[in-house]
């Protein structure tokens, strides 16, 4: 992990577990507001879906 890489869910502030890309609009989220690819991933693991892309953290 980078230093300056954000942790923080851009929707409530509580701690994120990975960032999603849904298309043009890409987010780091917690567990509440992730979509459900992203909560079903192992930590560490990345997927490319389509126009979207999502990365759990470790």
């Known amino acids: 992990m980078m230093?300056?890489?954000k942790r923080t869910c851009d929707v409530?502030?509580?701690d994120a577990i990975?960032?999603?890309i849904l298309g043009c609009c890409?987010?780091?989220v917690c567990e509440e507001h992730a979509a459900d690819m992203?909560?079903?991933m192992k930590p560490?693991?990345?997927k490319?879906?389509?126009a979207c892309?999502?990365?759990r953290y470790e």
């Open 12 to 14: 409530c502030g509580k």
């Open 26 to 28: 890409g987010s780091t």
């Open 18 to 20: 990975g960032i999603q």
């Open 44 to 46: 560490g693991e990345k």
């Open 38 to 40: 992203l909560k079903a």
């Open 53 to 55: 892309f999502f990365s």
């Open 48 to 50: 490319e879906w389509g």
């Open 3 to 5: 230093q300056d890489e």
